[in-house]
């Protein structure tokens, strides 16, 4: 076997996952911990968080957890501070946390509008300012933010969840130009429906109701959803890829149920 030490991508990465206590953010964490690298996890739910390190443990990954709200930054400079001192310098950041509270502007509840955003988009925002400088000094690093299909396509009774995804994706751009010949590169992956807790937690009368607003603006052409396991293969491959773009921008988006040829 060659030295591989020669080809840093061969090395276990330190990454930083995002909203890892359920859904995409767990499986990201757990693909890339499976594929050897060291991952801190965070989220506000520490048992859940507690559960799923447990689990990376378990299947030989290293790991470390830690609480993490995105919406404060005391709890992000705690955690990248716990952070380091256990894995040391972050080479990576999956900046997956989420959140959307569906209902029509006029009757929504003002601090959930607020909450969509501070998380959504401030979020990532400060965490990309706490972990940049770093980055930075050694010329080498990734930023991948998952963002939505919303930021191009708004849906009804989403509107602050569209539109800090809109500035998502705009913040993604305008920081792979700042960054441009740094050695850190920006990726962000525009999701379309995909399976997990996301939407699990919305009354059923307004999952319908969001449903339905959809139907006649043509944002609901077929009701399948990608696994999360999708969006793990997706960040493992653009971190794998080459270090000639510092930008890329993935869609993903379910495939349609496959048509019966049969007459009817």
């Known amino acids: 076997m060659g030295d591989e030490s020669a080809n840093p991508q061969l090395q276990p990465r330190n990454i930083v996952v995002t909203g890892a206590s359920s859904g995409i953010g ?3 964490a757990q693909a890339l911990a499976a594929n050897g690298d060291r991952v801190a996890i965070g989220a506000r739910r520490g048992d859940r968080l507690d559960a799923v390190a447990t689990h990376i443990r378990e299947d030989g990954g290293e790991v470390f957890a830690h609480a993490l709200d995105v919406t404060s930054l005391e709890s992000i400079e705690a955690f990248f501070a716990a952070a380091q001192t256990s894995l040391g310098a972050i080479d990576v950041v999956i900046n997956n946390a989420g959140l959307s509270i569906p209902a029509p502007v006029h009757e929504s509840d003002p601090d959930c509008l607020r909450r969509e955003i501070e998380t959504n988009l401030i979020g990532p925002m400060l965490i990309s300012r706490q972990v940049l400088p770093s980055m ?4 080498t690093g990734d930023l991948v933010f998952v963002g939505s299909d919303n930021a191009d396509n708004p849906r009804p009774q989403q509107a602050g969840y569209s539109a ?7 913040f993604c751009r305008t920081l792979a130009m700042e960054l441009e010949g740094t050695g850190v590169r920006v990726t962000h992956l ?4 995909t399976e997990s807790e996301f939407g699990l937690s919305w009354p059923h009368d307004r999952m319908v109701s969001v449903l339905e607003n959809w139907a006649p603006f043509g944002l609901t052409r077929h009701l ?3 696994p999360a ?7 493992i491959h653009a971190l794998g890829a080459p270090r ?3 930008f890329a921008n993935i869609e993903l988006q379910p ?5 019966n040829d049969e007459a009817p």
């Open 229 to 235: 396991s999708v969006v793990a293969d997706a960040v």
């Open 255 to 259: 495939m349609a149920p496959i048509q």
């Open 224 to 226: 399948n959803v990608m």
């Open 164 to 170: 800090s995804k809109a500035g998502l994706k705009n």
């Open 244 to 246: 000639t773009s510092a």
């Open 190 to 193: 525009r999701l379309g429906p």
């Open 136 to 139: 930075i000094e050694r010329k």
């Open 26 to 28: 767990s499986v990201v």
